[in-house]
């Protein structure tokens, strides 16, 4: 088998060598669809961090079921144009940022994080005038 490639050596020590001095000059690139990926899951995080400061409140004392959070995440998320995911992941990114999965008595959620409740505007006539 050894012999078949003998001829071969130079070209491929040459081609070894190519690539070596190019991945010292040039360093490693991921592929396209790694790029891709990982630009989708950045962009993922950054609407997910835009849900928070829109419709949450940080809070080390606050808790707020798992369903509640998902339901406003994957409504604000849908309305953003975004992909909402799976309940799962969703929960997975938010125990990444910091906040602590937990089970009570009334079901799971989240420590730390609580839904803001919606205001509405108040009118800009008197109603009784």
Do not use: N
């Amino acid at each position: 088998m050894t012999d078949k490639l003998k001829d071969e050596w130079p070209g491929i020590l040459a081609w070894m060598i190519e690539g070596a001095l190019e991945w010292q000059t040039e360093g490693l690139t991921a592929p396209q669809a790694v790029r891709d990926a990982t630009g989708a899951y950045l962009e993922a995080e950054d609407a997910l961090a835009a849900w928070i400061d829109d419709k949450c409140k940080r809070d080390p004392a606050a808790w707020e079921q798992s369903t509640s959070l998902f339901a406003s995440w994957a409504s604000w998320a849908e309305k953003a144009g975004e992909h909402p995911g799976t309940m799962r992941r969703f929960a997975q990114t938010l125990e990444s940022r910091g906040f602590l999965a937990q089970r009570k008595m009334h079901g799971r959620g989240f420590l730390g994080l609580q839904i803001v409740p919606e205001t509405k505007p108040e009118a800009w006539y008197d109603r009784d005038a």
